[in-house]
């Protein structure tokens, strides 16, 4: 444990000299350098595939899903899009040394405030290798030095694309060390990682709940983390029900197993009989089980084949066909549904009354709170944003989608002329 945590320091202060380094540079450098990364990954894709063959057959060895291993294999369209991916990111506007908020005071000071990298981000991630390039251009691109911690199923396949981003650092003449990997399976690294707060400034986890609970639970460094995807639908009294049909079955079926698809289906009485036969049979028909409450089951009789619901189905991010139901008697009592069971990831009203869709808007309290739009849209690229690093479900300092504005701060900057505090 004595060489990990002096591994993980000596890590973390190169790190701290870099970031330093990457945070005076200019944004034409920063993107030459994710040029040149982009160029290594792609030019270099025989040696990835090389060391991705391992990692293969050890997933083979441990019994890893078919699906898992197809998610871990580095083909060549995969690390095409990988390099895609980086120069996407290059062609973002660059939001290091924005200076906004510029206002005069009365003894002639101008007191505004200027976006600046947040420094040193560890990101402790699982599974698919990707996330390794996708994360460092970010941080490349705003400045920041990134300290990457895979998970041991992709251990090879991360070291040798992090080796690459560094080389392209490099012929950038910027710091390689501004891109570091741990390349140790230990998971006393993650200890160690949690507990260096002397040079890592944030750390960021992405995975399942295990790993973002221990993160939770033992980092002495603030976390930027992303908790489960209880998000909602809500079908008001006057909502278009067709559209709210479509609304519906694109947020819990287009794709199931992303943490901004749709978990719980809630509906106004006062449209719930003219709704849910309809919405049911075709969400059935699609493969989706449907766990309804008692006046759910009610409507759809014996026709359709609904479970009964359970307090724990509410709490529940499925990832799967699985879609919860319950039928509301007021808006008041859906926004308290969504206010007692929602991870405050994403909710959406379907309405056309337009003081409604305002109070939807204000009271509930999530990352992300949309009118007549599917929740599948909570997402740095359809926002606009690019890529992301994940979506944010806490308050402080980034919320939803974290892209490269979240991977900065603001500091405020004065301008003066010799004033002097009387």
Not at 219 to 235: A, E, F, M, Q, R
Request: hydrophobic share 40%.
């Amino acid at each position: 444990m004595t060489d990990i945590t002096q591994r993980i320091n000596t890590i973390g202060s190169q790190a701290r000299t870099a970031a330093r380094t990457l945070a005076a540079s200019d944004g034409t450098a920063r993107n030459q350098a994710l040029e040149f990364m982009a160029q290594r990954l792609w030019e270099d894709r025989a040696a990835l595939q090389e060391a991705n063959k391992r990692d293969l057959a050890q997933a083979e060895a441990d019994g890893i899903s078919p699906a898992m291993i197809d998610r871990l294999r580095l083909t060549d369209k995969v690390i095409q899009g990988m390099a895609d991916g980086v120069r996407e990111v290059m062609a973002l506007p660059d939001p290091v040394g924005e200076i906004t908020e510029m206002r005069p005071r009365p003894n002639g000071m101008l007191v505004g405030r200027m976006r600046v990298p947040l420094g040193v981000i560890g990101i402790i991630y699982e599974s698919r290798p990707n996330v390794t390039a996708d994360a460092a251009a970010l941080c490349v691109k705003s400045g920041n030095a990134v300290i990457l911690r895979g998970g041991s199923e992709a251990w090879h396949s991360n070291r040798a694309i992090a080796e690459r981003l560094a080389l392209g650092l490099r012929a950038a003449n910027l710091p390689a060390e501004a891109v570091q990997f741990i390349d140790t399976t230990d998971r006393a690294a993650v200890g160690a990682l949690l507990k260096s707060d002397r040079h890592v400034d944030v750390i960021i986890p992405r995975g399942g709940k295990g790993l973002i609970q221990r993160v939770i639970e033992e980092s002495h460094i603030p976390v930027i983390k992303h908790l489960d995807g209880i998000c909602h639908t809500y079908v008001d009294r006057y909502a278009d029900l067709a559209m709210a049909e479509e609304l519906t079955f694109n947020g819990k079926m287009q794709r199931t197993g992303v943490c901004n698809a749709t978990e719980t289906l809630l509906v106004h009485e006062a449209v719930a009989e003219t709704f849910l036969p309809a919405m049911a049979k075709r969400l059935v028909s699609a493969g989706c089980e449907l766990r309804g409450c008692e006046r759910t089951r009610a409507i759809l009789g014996n026709e359709i084949p609904v479970t009964p619901v359970t307090p724990e189905d509410y709490d529940t991010e499925h990832l799967a066909a699985i879609l919860s139901v319950r039928v509301v008697p007021s808006l008041t009592e859906a926004i308290a549904h969504i206010a007692a069971h929602s991870s405050q990831h994403t909710e959406t009203i379907v309405t056309r009354d337009h003081p409604r869709a305002m109070r939807f808007l204000r009271e509930v309290d999530s990352s992300a709170v949309m009118v007549n739009a599917s929740t599948r849209f909570n997402d740095g690229f359809q926002f606009g944003l690019g890529a992301e690093m994940g979506i944010s479900t806490d308050k402080l300092h980034v919320r939803g989608p974290v892209g490269l504005e979240g991977l900065t701060c603001l500091k405020y900057i004065v301008l003066g002329d010799g004033q002097l505090r009387q």
